[in-house]
């Protein structure tokens, strides 16, 4: 009897197999109420905050890859030379990504790029950031405002500040934001009903 029990256990542990982890969708670390900051010269040169970070580590193809990603989103502050708060970027999730060979951030979901200081707000679902080359840049519907007016169209690029921001294939339309709140459109090709808005709606 001794003897069957023993052949039964080795049977049953012959049978059991363990799954190998994916380190790529497992993350390693996880910071909550992620806070960074960076400084030039005691001045603050941009700030990120996090509900929270996931951190991943992996390799494919023989490449050591790692990323850190932003399930409840971020909001990124960029600062002038004198401290002041120039730009920043808000977005439902974003991702960061790093290689050997590379480096990349995206963001997506709601994003929004505003310029405080020119008064220029950008909205798209998708935006990219190449760090080598300073720029953020997406192939998605944007739609530009400023206290000047409107417009939309697909594609855009920029300085990582927004302060040179240009639609790609631009839309026909383009809308006049007068002092009184009323809004005027020039052609009828825009997407849907146009509302108006006042000063205080237009920079939320």
Not at 97 to 102: A, G, I, M, N
Not at 156 to 175: C, G, H, K, Q, W
Request: charged share 25%.
């Amino acid at each position: 009897m001794a003897t069957l029990t023993v052949a039964i256990m080795l049977l049953s542990c012959k049978q059991q197999t363990v799954e190998p982890y994916d380190f790529s969708v497992v993350p390693k670390q996880v910071v909550n109420d992620m806070s960074v900051l960076k400084t030039n010269n005691g001045n603050p040169e941009m700030r990120m905050k996090a509900p929270v970070m996931q951190g991943f580590d992996y390799v494919k193809d023989s490449v050591h890859c790692s990323y850190e990603f932003y399930p409840d989103g971020f909001h990124v502050e960029a600062f002038t030379d004198d401290g002041e708060l120039e730009t920043t970027i808000d977005a439902l999730q974003a991702k960061h990504v790093t290689s050997k060979d590379c480096e990349s951030w995206s963001a997506f979901g709601d994003v929004v790029v505003t310029n405080h200081i020119k008064g220029e707000s950008l909205f798209t679902d998708t935006i990219y950031w190449n760090r080598e080359e300073q720029r953020i840049y997406t192939d998605c519907y944007v739609r530009l405002e400023s206290y000047s007016g409107m417009m939309q169209g697909y594609g855009m690029n920029s300085d990582e500040r927004a302060r040179n921001t240009v639609i790609l294939r631009p839309f026909e339309n383009y809308y006049i934001m007068r002092d009184s709140g009323d809004v005027f459109l020039d052609t009828l090709n825009a997407l849907g009903p146009v509302p108006k808005r006042s000063d205080t709606q237009l920079q939320k």
